[in-house]
């Protein structure tokens, strides 16, 4: 309680004594309980005896609830650290006990000089009676205060006739009548920044005024509500007005909204085709080359001339390498066996290890997901935007070319033409409450699984309708139900611009693994024609075969016979009998015989290499084409095996910001608060001086003022201020949790779903419970309750009529009065309060320079209004006040004559005279 008192306050101190007295006092009570005043002390004048005594305090708290308490009144001065202090002496007339005079009051006013030495002290004394009741002594007017007699009449209004109260005729009007006044007069009412009696300087003489208080209170807390929740329902798709110069244009709503979101999803996804997929190579042919037959010919003998020259040195190259190989494989076979980890040949180079090859690929996937999730990070802005364009009608960049700002096709395919939106949020990208799962039964979870199923998460719908099917037969119970609300929720959430996206990169996985095995199968069959193309002809070897022959035969031949001449040397043996035939056969026919063998290898041999001359030209007049076919197939299928890892990458970004988009289009305020402090109407019958009402205007009224505001907030652009700021309050309270930096502008370019990346961080901080249930709307609906201020001040908006008010517990509406701001210096008061003598004083009229009219704030309620009208008379004496004096009879002549003559006298008992009083109805604790 002591944090809620202010460093610079006003303490407003009551002091009262009689019966009267304490049932003001306890209606104070009852109306600090139902916190329509607030902050008074009241000090009981029988009791006080010194700065220790205890007085009763009253106060509302910050959060309105009523505190009633007994403390010193030193004690509660300390506390206070108040800076002024208004006394109110309250000096009741007429009912036997009520009155204060200057006397009297020096215990309080000791007390407070020495408590508040220096401080500045109002000091006013508040006279109440009625009309004809006694007045046995004077008035008690005090010195050096502000003297004022609350005048005892009621009236609806200043420009209404009164109705006073007779003393003889008091009930708990009357009671609530004095409370109410004391409550107007000493800015007690709750709202109340000031006391209008303050303003009043200490009449001079034994002078004072007559006063009356208007007090009106209009509720408007369910207005305001009705009116916040219009203001801020974006259920529907608020029609954006369009920055258009001089002109009042607002967008349409889709007439099909299916196809609306499907052809904003199919134009995003080809402008971004190229950055998921890669861009394809192609196979590039060489262009025709003529030639003449000459030409070729010419060719053919030159490349013949050079493979027939160095045939011999290819031969030997050849030989070698057969060697070679031949001993590296018998060592190999030989001293480490096939399964070595150490390879025989082939220069030093070792084969890749498997495993070592494993460690590189995955550090190879791991750097293409990395760059992936860089490069899809201007699609998923851009999908961001294109999502706000939808709503709200503003250009924003949604293409490769980031320098343009642009709409989708889809909503404006001519400048001339309308704007067309989306009619709700849901159709852009579903808010977290349309997924599926969250509500299932535990024991149908436990079986077939199940949790946040997005509309637009079509992966997870598959698997999570594989789970559905694996158990249709099963024996638990409510699969089929399940079954049967998961096909019905598809069906109302599958044409989403969220949903056509999400359909579209599944596609595309699925036809990228297509093209995936269709490019392995081709260049297995690129590579087969490959290998057929670079060996030679079956003439070629069938040539090289019969040289073989030939020349084999030939050198043969001349070993048999060189050995035939060397027998008889060797082996001591005859030579043989063809050796010497054909030594003895001439020499011709020895050289034809030796030519036509030796002439047939070089045919053969010269055949051989003119065949596979021709294979040569063959193959490099076609291998180019081959081998460009190849390198394009196997480039292809690397930008596949890419695509796959992007698509993949990007998916789980396409998941964390739809999450987080749609979280934040969907409620872009988040959830609205309506603070309200209920405001409590009292259901008896109170004096008509006073109003407590309650604003009840028609449904087209409120929705007409809402409309008006809506027209204002919901501009061309106007989601992209919420959302962002949304985003950005979502990263400083990740920020302030976890210590951490958060970049909103680049977080679309951070990794999504599942990773535990920037992306997937913030998409959670914002579907937060704790996130998703702050009121946003506060900044917006500060600017609209001050606009509402004014209007209601002006009284042109009409949202405060008719009013719903309680006469003798039931509820009714009020009859129409005139404002009071309208009548502050209007009427008198009522002519039976006065003498004669009065009337012609001119006490009834008001005096216009003290009359004020004051409208109070209330914290809770912008609509309503809560005002004070104050009117001040002229001034006036005793005897302008009409008040019963007590009667003064003629002496009785017998009186002398029975008066005794000695001092042996017998006193007879007086004659006790007692007039009876009247018996008033205070209203008492609980009251209300």
């Not at 961001?384 to 924003?396: F, G, I, K, V, W």
Request: hydrophobic share 40%; glycine share 10%.
């Amino acid at each position: 309680m002591e944090s809620a008192l202010n460093s610079d306050s006003t303490l407003t101190v009551f002091l009262g004594r009689g019966g009267l007295s304490h049932g003001i006092r306890q209606t104070l009570e009852d109306f600090t309980a139902t916190g329509l005043v607030r902050d008074l002390a009241w000090v009981d004048a029988d009791s006080f005896r010194s700065s220790s005594s205890e007085v009763t305090y009253l106060r509302l708290s910050e959060e309105g609830s009523p505190e009633i308490t007994r403390e010193p009144f030193n004690a509660l001065v300390a506390r206070s650290r108040i800076t002024r202090l208004h006394l109110g002496v309250i000096n009741v007339v007429g009912f036997g006990g009520g009155e204060i005079r200057s006397a009297e009051l020096m215990a309080l006013t000791d007390a407070i000089d020495s408590i508040l030495t220096g401080r500045s002290i109002q000091r006013t004394n508040l006279i109440i009676s009625a009309v004809g009741a006694p007045l046995e002594t004077d008035l008690p007017v005090l010195k050096g205060f502000t003297n004022l007699f609350l005048a005892p009449e009621d009236s609806p209004g200043p420009e209404s006739a009164t109705v006073p109260f007779h003393f003889d005729h008091l009930d708990n009007r009357f009671t609530l009548h004095c409370v109410a006044g004391i409550a107007s007069l000493f800015g007690l009412w709750e709202g109340s920044t000031h006391a209008p009696v303050a303003r009043l300087d200490p009449a001079s003489g034994v002078s004072f005024r007559l006063v009356r208080a208007y007090y009106r209170r209009i509720d408007g807390q369910d207005v305001q509500a009705r009116l916040k929740a219009r203001i801020f329902d974006t259920e529907l798709n608020p029609l954006p007005r369009l920055n258009r110069p001089g002109q009042e244009v607002s967008a349409q709503y889709t007439e099909n909204p299916r196809a609306f979101a499907e052809t904003a999803a199919e134009d995003l996804l080809s402008e971004f085709n190229q950055r998921i997929e890669g861009k394809p190579t192609h196979a590039l042919a060489q262009q025709t080359r003529r030639t003449t037959s000459g030409r070729a010919l010419g060719e053919f003998l030159r490349i013949w001339g050079k493979r027939m020259v160095t045939t011999p040195a290819r031969f030997f190259r050849d030989l070698r390498g057969e060697a070679r190989t031949f001993v590296d494989d018998t060592v190999q076979v030989g001293l480490y066996g096939e399964d070595s980890r150490i390879r025989v040949g082939g220069g030093g180079d070792a084969e890749p290890d498997p495993a070592d090859d494993s460690g590189t690929r995955q550090a190879r996937r791991e750097n293409l997901q990395v760059e992936a999730t860089r490069e899809l990070g201007p699609l998923w802005s851009s999908y961001a935007n294109t999502a706000l364009t939808m709503l709200d009608a503003s250009p924003r960049f949604i293409t490769e070319n980031a320098g343009q700002s642009s709409y989708p096709r889809v909503m404006q395919e001519h400048p001339e033409r309308p704007v067309w939106v989306a009619r709700s949020a849901a159709d852009v990208i579903p808010g977290p409450d349309a997924n599926f799962g969250h509500d299932l039964p535990v024991e149908v979870k436990s079986t077939i699984g199940g949790g946040d199923i997005a509309p637009y998460d079509i992966a997870g719908i598959a698997a999570y309708e594989r789970s559905l099917a694996s158990q249709r037969h099963g024996r638990q119970r409510g699969v089929g139900r399940v079954i049967g609300d998961f096909k019905q929720w598809q069906e109302e959430n599958s044409g989403s611009f969220a949903c056509h996206v999400g359909r579209g990169l599944v596609e595309r996985r699925g036809q990228l693994h297509q093209r995936k095995e269709q490019l392995t199968g081709q260049i297995a069959d690129l590579e087969d024609r490959q290998a057929r193309a670079a060996g030679t002809g079956a003439l070629a070897g069938v040539l090289r075969w019969l040289g073989w022959v030939f020349m084999g035969s030939v050198m043969i031949f001349a070993l048999i016979w060189g050995f035939g001449h060397l027998r008889p040397t060797l082996l001591d043996a005859p030579r043989a009998g063809w050796v010497d035939t054909l030594n003895a056969a001439p020499t011709d026919i020895k050289v034809w015989m030796f030519s036509i063998w030796v002439g047939l290898w070089l045919l053969f041999w010269i055949l051989q290499v003119a065949v596979e001359t021709r294979d040569e030209m063959r193959f490099l007049n076609r291998r180019r084409d081959i081998v460009n076919k190849l390198d394009a197939a196997r480039a292809n299928l690397e930008v596949t095996r890419k695509a796959l890892v992007r698509i993949d990458v990007g998916y789980r970004q396409f998941l964390s910001t739809s999450r987080m988009i749609g979280a934040l289009i969907n409620e872009p305020f988040g959830y609205i608060r309506h603070p309200r402090v209920e405001s409590t109407i009292p259901v008896n019958t109170m004096p008509e001086s006073v109003v407590f009402a309650e604003a009840d205007p028609a449904s087209g009224e409120v929705e007409r003022l809402a409309n008006t505001f809506r027209r204002e907030i919901y501009r061309e652009g106007w989601l992209g201020d919420y959302v962002m700021g949304g985003l950005a309050e979502a990263a400083r309270n990740f920020e302030e949790r976890t210590n951490g930096k958060f970049a909103v502008n680049d977080v679309f370019s951070t990794s999504g779903e599942g990773t535990g990346g920037q992306l997937a961080r913030l998409a959670g901080a914002v579907t937060a419970t704790g996130f998703r249930t702050r009121d946003r709307s506060k900044d917006v609906w500060r600017r609209v309750t001050a606009d509402l201020r004014q209007d209601t001040e002006r009284d042109d908006t009409g949202i405060l009529s008719p009013q719903q008010v309680y006469r003798d517990g039931r509820r009714e509406t009020a009859p129409s009065r005139l404002p009071l701001d309208e009548a502050v210096a209007l009427g008198s008061f009522n002519g039976e309060i006065a003498t004669e003598r009065g009337r012609v004083d001119g006490i009834l009229e008001v005096d216009p320079r003290y009359c004020t009219h004051d409208r109070n704030i209330n914290t809770f309620d912008a609509i309503g209004v809560s005002e004070v009208l104050v009117q001040i008379g002229q001034p006036a004496h005793e005897g302008d006040v009409a008040f019963r004096r007590p009667d003064h009879q003629p002496l009785d002549p017998g009186l002398v004559g029975a008066m005794p003559d000695s001092e042996d006298f017998q006193v007879r008992e007086p004659r006790v005279m007692t007039m009876p009083q009247p018996k008033h109805h205070l209203p008492g604790t609980g009251e209300f």
